[in-house]
């Protein structure tokens, strides 16, 4: 009887040498933009496909075993043959101009994306325009850009559903206001995400008042305020940063949602470029769904 050899996850490998290169779980999870319940369970997955104990925890950080350090240089080996082999594959000459519009918030989850991108088809010129995901659906739609990655709206859902996000209220790593109401939040402007929708109707709904302390149409405004302990605000796991820190339901908060990742086209026929792009996102993205 044919017997089918097992075979190693290169996914999990890549979380492995992710985790070795960050020295610990929580830099890992937003290098690949998992999060870090995601980065554990692969680890724990790679351990019983092997049957080894790869890791050992020293406080916060990870120390690797004897087979984890020997299982890390075999996966560094497996995973450049595996890139070069895609690259390879993929390396056809593609040209053209391609423009690409993308929340500010969202744009570090691209990183690898346009790092691979620009690798494998140097010769595209991309544009990268940062705005409101309303905004930058209605570009879209005026054939202004040739693909969006976009919060899903409510009032005008479309485009190819990519993963989802979860929401978290988050307040500065070392400076926090009270908890009681009103609850100084620091929200997106009217209309630039559905970020302040949520946050509005999760706390009408638990009965809660708040007050609007700051608002932008980013977290680059909201940041430094909600650094220096004047607000409370919304994100995704994947907009924490080691200056944030995510309230957990001991905080008395509502939970929150999750919202939708989305990839508008224009209307006209895709070109190369667009469905070239387009795929690297749907791979990267769909890899880390929360």
């Not at 080996?77 to 690259?87: I, Q, R």
């Not at 054939?143 to 899903?152: C, G, K, P, Q, S």
């Not at 708040?210 to 430094?224: C, D, F, H, K, N």
């Amino acid at each position: 009887m044919f017997m089918r050899a097992p075979t190693l996850d290169l996914g999990l490998l890549r979380t492995l040498v992710a985790v070795a290169d960050t020295g610990s779980v929580t830099a890992a999870a937003r290098r690949l933009s998992y999060t870090q319940s995601t980065v554990s369970m692969q680890l724990q997955r790679l351990e019983s496909a092997l049957d080894v104990t790869l890791h050992e925890r020293e406080g916060r950080r990870l120390r690797f075993t004897a087979e984890g350090e020997r299982l890390l240089g075999h996966a560094r080996k497996l995973l450049l043959l595996n890139d070069e082999a895609l690259a390879d594959m993929r390396m056809r000459r593609v040209t053209g101009e391609l423009n690409l519009g993308i929340p500010e918030d969202y744009a570090s989850l691209l990183t690898s994306v346009f790092s691979w991108f620009h690798q494998l088809y140097p010769e595209v010129r991309l544009q990268v325009t940062c705005g409101t995901s309303a905004h930058l659906m209605e570009q879209v739609r005026a054939d202004e850009l040739d693909l969006a990655l976009v919060t899903r709206q409510r009032r005008s859902p479309g485009g190819e559903f990519i993963r989802r996000e979860p929401l978290a209220w988050a307040v500065g790593l070392q400076y926090q206001p009270s908890l009681t109401d009103p609850l100084p939040l620091g929200l997106y402007s009217q209309g630039a995400d559905l970020f302040r929708e949520v946050a509005e109707q999760s706390l009408a709904a638990a009965g809660r008042d708040w007050r609007v302390a700051y608002t932008s149409q980013s977290m680059v405004g909201l940041g430094p305020v909600v650094q220096a302990g004047l607000a409370i605000v919304v994100v995704t796991r994947s907009m924490l940063t080691p200056q944030l820190r995510a309230l957990d339901e001991s905080s008395g908060l509502p939970a929150l949602p999750a919202v939708e990742l989305a990839l508008h086209r224009a209307a006209r026929r895709p070109t190369e470029p667009a469905r070239r792009l387009a795929e690297l996102i749907r791979e990267e993205l769909s890899l880390g769904e929360g």
